[in-house]
């Protein structure tokens, strides 16, 4: 029998309460699945005065230095402290799991040459699609990511459509824990656009800045037009959208865009988000799931750290790193024009 995998988690918000209660709450099907007991060591928390946690509370230091622990987990969200948090957890030798996407999307590939990371949730919450491209499709040629990356901007463009005001409809994905500490990130685009760049150095295997994705939000959006698409047989979806042409440019953008009724895509609702890849052997794939919200967080992050106690390769972070040393392809805005990569 191997020794008891012990995991330190930084961050007890939406996602770090579901992710502990995932591991404290039934052990013995997560030690089944990893091979191993898997237990919770230590959580390290911003304010941990007066606080309740399944886990004894250390200062976050202390925590990224126990020797003890074989892996910590960040779930803090934003850049910083974040990074730094992932850094040094590397640097002591810990492997790292991370719902992180700011951070991956812009530290990932220096961050990964520092040792075993992880990032299944970084990218579409419970969508297995992080390791689906390092993993599955390691050998494809993947030409084209189009998706629908955001849930809490999905649940929004859904109940305006229906007549419910923006702000009701944003103050409901709050409370059900779906958007960022700053909802602007998701109704700005900037989330969907880090998710979109990570899959696009994942996918096409260019590195690039995230910050140079275009991005256009939802904000300039209402309900009107909404259902002035509809009638036209279109559904509104912020899309980000990614194609590699052959000659080795990356074209890519985030923006709402008016989805035929008949195509996958415009079928995805509420929380729902999906990836569509088209890839020159496997063909097109399209994969669906709950794409926020703390349970569908958790069981990616979950699904890292029992990886992790298996011992099994970071191959995505594997991927991140070998593209370290590389300059930065740039990005042209696939543009407002249509037709975007469309399905078939
Ligand atoms: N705020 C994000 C969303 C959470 O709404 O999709 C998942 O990354």
């Not at 060591?41 to 007066?50: L, S």
């Amino acid at each position: 029998v191997r020794a008891t995998f012990r995991v330190g988690l930084i961050g007890l918000g939406h996602v770090g309460a579901a992710f502990a209660e995932r591991l404290t709450g039934d052990p013995a099907t997560v030690a089944q699945a990893a091979g191993r007991r898997v237990e919770l060591g230590a959580i390290a928390v911003a304010r941990p005065e007066g606080r309740q946690a399944p886990a004894p509370l250390v200062p976050v230091e202390k925590l990224i230095a126990d020797k003890k622990l074989d892996l910590v987990v960040e779930l803090v969200g934003g850049l910083e402290p974040a990074r730094t948090y992932v850094e040094a957890a590397l640097r002591a030798g810990r492997e790292v799991v991370t719902a992180n996407k700011q951070v991956i999307a812009r530290f990932g590939p220096t961050l990964a040459q520092g040792g075993g990371l992880r990032f299944e949730a970084a990218v579409a919450s419970a969508i297995p699609i992080v390791e689906t491209l390092a993993e599955a499709l390691a050998a494809d040629r993947i030409s084209a990511v189009v998706a629908i990356l955001n849930g809490t901007t999905n649940v929004i463009l859904q109940a305006m459509i229906q007549g419910r005001p923006y702000q009701e409809a944003l103050r409901e994905a709050q409370s059900r824990g779906l958007a960022e500490a700053d909802p602007s990130a998701d109704v700005d685009g900037h989330d969907a656009a880090a998710k979109l760049a990570i899959l696009i150095m994942l996918a096409f295997r260019h590195r690039v800045d995230s910050e140079s994705v275009q991005r256009t939000g939802i904000r300039g959006l209402d309900g009107a037009t909404l259902r002035l698409a509809r009638g036209q047989g279109q559904v509104v979806k912020l899309i980000g959208a990614a194609v590699l042409t052959p000659q080795g440019e990356i074209h890519a953008d985030v923006r709402p865009r008016r989805v035929p009724q008949h195509d996958p895509l415009a079928q995805v609702d509420g929380v729902m988000n999906a990836i569509r890849i088209r890839a020159a052997f496997a063909g097109d794939l399209m994969l669906a799931g709950p794409g926020a919200g703390p349970q569908a967080a958790a069981s990616a992050v979950l699904a890292d750290v029992i990886r992790a106690a298996r011992g099994l390769p970071p191959s995505a972070g594997a991927r991140l790193a070998a593209l370290a040393r590389e300059r930065e392809t740039a990005i042209t805005p696939l543009g407002p024009a249509q037709p975007y990569p469309q399905a078939g």
